[in-house]
């Protein structure tokens, strides 16, 4: 039989490289939209007729109910939620609401319709926060430092609890930062690359960013969907760390970004408090042993590519916008 996926979140980055991992695999693939005023198909268009995309929120219960029943599928990927962390400090309950909240009417919703459906859920290394190990694995302990961080701790423990009270087949990937092309304009990679783009060409000279101090373990985010769906795979749900092993500064991102399109980021970069947080994650690196071991996961773009290509599509899309 034809195994059949539901990802909330299908708009977003990563449910579209998920869904063209998925549809690769020989999946229908399923695709959870909530209603918006236009449409937002940016990271799917290209393979929209290939998709059911059907109408939910995950602040909705009725609506989740209601998509399993009809649709039955086999595995769901829970990747929706509020992802921006600067966001969550200004919409707490927002956040909340959907990122911490809406694990719990997903899951509910699966264990009343169909407890044999198996569930993957979009953890964070930000639920490390202020680190209490270098580097971060399965059993570290962990500190938010955002609602956001917060939400996501939630979201991994009612997982986590579903998992040992229902015996739901519930995995949670504690992934770290990963980017791509498709990345959001407002998160650091891509505001980087985007920026890069607009100073080659002339269009730009300044870009103001916060704290150039932060260190992340940034990869690329279609490695990252192949460990989703492995997790899935396995006989029994676990917890896993997804991450590159290395890291590095917002400072060595600019470098790299700017370096790549040979200008130097001393001269363009300048540091506004604006974009400096209440509360700062300022280390994240992580130990992928688990996930390379028994998921048999490798990731296969260093920094430096993801970089160089999240610089070069940056660059390719403004010169086709100025055609
Ligand atoms: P993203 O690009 O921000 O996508 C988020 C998705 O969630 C969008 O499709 C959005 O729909 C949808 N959404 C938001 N609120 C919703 C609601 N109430 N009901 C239904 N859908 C809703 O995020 P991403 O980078 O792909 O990340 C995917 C997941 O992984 C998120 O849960 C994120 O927190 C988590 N995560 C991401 C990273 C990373 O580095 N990317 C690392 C660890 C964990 P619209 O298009 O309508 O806004
Ligand atoms: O790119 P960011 O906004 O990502 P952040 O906060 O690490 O969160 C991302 O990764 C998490 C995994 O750890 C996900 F769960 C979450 O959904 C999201 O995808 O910021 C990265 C770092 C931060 O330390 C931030 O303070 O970059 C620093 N930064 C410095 N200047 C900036 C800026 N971040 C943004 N967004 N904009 C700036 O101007």
Redesign the pocket.
Known sequence: MRKRALITGITGQDGSYLAEHLLDQGYEVVGMLRRSSTLNFERIDHIQDRLTLVSGDLLDEVSLIGLLKEHRPTEVYNLA?Q????TSWGQPVLTGETTALGVTRLLDAIRMVDPEIRFYQAS???MFGKVHEVPQRETTPFYPR?P?GVA?VYGHWITVNYRESYGLHASSGM???HESPRRGL????R?VTHAVARIASGIDDKL?????D?Q?DWGYAADYVRAMWLMLQQDNADDYVVATGETHS?RELCEAAFGHAGLDWQEHVVV?ER???PA??DL?VGDPTKAREVLGWEREVDFAGLVAMMVDADRALLRERLR
């Open positions: 939620a992802s921006f962390v600067q964070s290394s930000e955002s956001y996501k992934l770290f930062n407002e998160f650091v990679t505001k103001a960013l916060g704290n150039l932060a992340r917002v506004d974009f400096l947080r700062e994650v994240l």
